[in-house]
Nanobody, 116 residues
Framework: QVQLVESGGGLVQAGGSLRLSCAASGIILGINNMGWYRQAPAQQRELVASITRSGRTNYADSVKGRFTISRDNAKNTVYLQMNSMKPEDTAVYYC??????????WGQGTQVTVSS
């Protein structure tokens, strides 16, 4: 099993910044992709950004140029730096890790609220 623990959510004003962290523990050998998803009220969960073990990144169009995903393999941690935040970024953000056998693991979620 893989356990994912997120931190760094909170309340920020529009235009501000937050940094999310997600630390993986447990049987972490063979984790390939890690990423961040978000889910707003009455909305489907959507991909925000992902990063491969080698550092290749992918972003949702809505966050390109504002958010940056990074990964520290030595610490088994993935980060999401969120800048120029907008009210529409308000959601619960979930950390995701995909193992070598394509099994996905999820964190418990952290609330991010952007006030206008």
């Amino acid at each position: 099993q893989v356990q994912l623990v997120e931190s760094g959510g909170g309340l920020v004003q529009a235009g501000g910044s937050l940094r999310l962290s997600c630390a993986a523990s447990g049987i972490i050998l063979g984790i390939n992709n890690m990423g961040w998803y978000r889910q707003a009220p009455a909305q489907q969960r959507e991909l925000v950004a992902s990063i491969t073990r080698s550092g290749r990144t992918n972003y949702a169009d809505s966050v390109k140029g504002r958010f940056t995903i990074s990964r520290d393999n030595a610490k088994n941690t993935v980060y999401l730096q969120m800048n120029s935040m907008k009210p529409e970024d308000t959601a619960v953000y979930y950390c995701n890790a995909v193992r070598w056998d394509d099994r996905a693991f999820w964190g418990q979620g952290t609330q991010v609220t952007v006030s206008s």
